[in-house]
């Protein structure tokens, strides 16, 4: 079908980008070989990147502004390294680990996101914005607090006061311990599952937009009553993405704290969530592959101001180049570049057609 | 001033003597909808008012009347965007007291808005789609793995949107984006996009409105056309009095909310009370 092959044709590029990328770096540290400082910040940007295109789903594509998507990372992160370590003997075989690990951060996420979603979502206004902000911040306060042991006899929790840690029988290790967060976390996080996640989330939002629910989602963003008029449960469809993008943010967290071999709640504040919201709006709303350039490039760009001891002006050029970004992707020009390598280029109406009316009501 | 939130009492089914001219084709067969006391208050402000009304199954009814009238305020009644102060609306003999926008679309009512409503950012065929989407159906995850349901379902509403996009003959415009087609295109993709939601009555709210003459010809030509072929009611508000008067059958006039006079074409033309409301009291000398 030539249609779709046209229609499509942008997401097979991103597809193609992100594993080129893959392939060149993989190349790159066969030959040359990579410093360590960039050989750490590999699985970081996979969770940034997946972290924006999460982010995007519900700012670009539904509609809905989060200021608390940190929070979602948190929970998927501080569930999935829990079970992770809980599962250290159960599952020998690293990389399941780690696949079980991030599908049970993503599921806890997930549940969070639809917990937040019931109240909020039937609203119309910017409720979730508010809620969000909220959350980020009662869920730092949370992981803070909560002490989770696990030994033969069961998982012990406690909040506010680590008594979890006397009642722990012989064997026992104490998952989450407050203000200390996780630590003596095993490094399974790779690269090459970063971009499996990656691709794995551009698969799911691609497929989803182009579907049956993904036009109900963007219906209801355009026009909520119209959408409604035409049958679209809105609240269902703004959920939907909404858990979607809750579950990949979870994922994104687990993927990122089985990087380090600790993690602590303040991680995941305000800023993280900020940041993320920077990412997308600088790649653009609804734009996938400008959230994984950008989000790669801030991520990389402040290690490399310390590489070439620009330390002291970090913030300064992080500033400008923001400020340059932005320019450069509003221009008219570069716009027209990119539509017409990707062959999205919104055609316009045929001139033959009628002048407009005046607008009334 | 009692700003609270008040349920509507329920409503006695008393039987109100209608005067509609229904059809001839359609005596004997229940109204597809029937209107009974209904009224709102906005505030102090009543905007509409013991508004009793019946509409046939296959009749084309016009409601006219000035600015400010309380036409579209009728629309939004019949299509849940407001709850109903006072009243009752039967639409097949179901009463939809309790239902929402989307539940008395899928009974049967879809509409197109007098300030356009498109989903301005998706193609021309995807708002079609969208109207599609209680009537060609799949799951999120059919869809999120592109398992067969969802590619027979897109071929589905792929052929259905085409089909309906040719009442008005805008195929050739099914990749375009709905927010950058002219104004009159716009006006038509609404009603496709409302007849995808198969309606048993649409509600048209000024169709004609910024359309030329020639135009104006070709959408009542479109409008009977569409009754025809679907079997539908239609309602429909509009100014433009040639075609309010070429293809309503039945006509209901409404001044302050208030239905001043119903009747056939040529009963509303010649109806006193009508033409004091559209052109004044004709001052006494
Ligand atoms: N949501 C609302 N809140 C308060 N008043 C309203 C509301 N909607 C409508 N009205 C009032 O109800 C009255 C009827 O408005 P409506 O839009 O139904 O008129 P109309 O007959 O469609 O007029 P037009 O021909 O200009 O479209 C007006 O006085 C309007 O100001
Ligand atoms: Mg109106």
Redesign the pocket.
Known sequence: MKRMTKKNRANFLTYGGVILAYLLIRVYDGTVGLSSMIQGLLVPICAYVTMALALNLVVGVSGELSLGHAGFMSVGAFSGTAAAIALQNAIPLAPLRLAVAMAIGAAFAALAGFLIGIPVLRLNGDYLAIVTLAFGEIIKSVFNNLYVGLDAKGFHFSFLNDTVSSRLGAGGKLLIGGPMGISGIKIISSFTAGIILVLLTLVIIFNLVNSRAGRAIMAARDNRIAAESVGVNVTKYKMMAFVTSAALAGAAGGLYTMSLSTVVANKFDFNTSILILVFVVLGGMGNMWGSILSASFLTLLPELLRKFNLDQYRMLVYAIVLIIVMVVTNSPFLQQLVENVTGRFKKEAPAEAEEGGEGN? | MADRVQRRPATKLVPVPSTNKIPERDVDKTPILECRHLGID?GG?T?VNEFNMAIGRTEIAGLI?P???????VFNLLTKVYQPTRGTILLDGLDTHSMNSVQVNRAGIARTF?NIRLFGNLSVEDNVKVGLHNQVRYGMFQGVCRLPGYWRGERVAHERAMELLSIFDMQDLADHQAGSLPYGAQRRLEIVRALATNPSLLLLDEPAAGMNPSETAELMDNIVKIRDTFHIAVLL?E?DMSLVMGICEGICVLNFGEIIAKGTPEEIKNDPQVIEAYLGKKREV
Do not use: D, P, Y
């Open positions: 009501g | 906005f402000l905007a009347g600015n400010g009238a309380g036409k579209t305020t007098q508000i100014h």
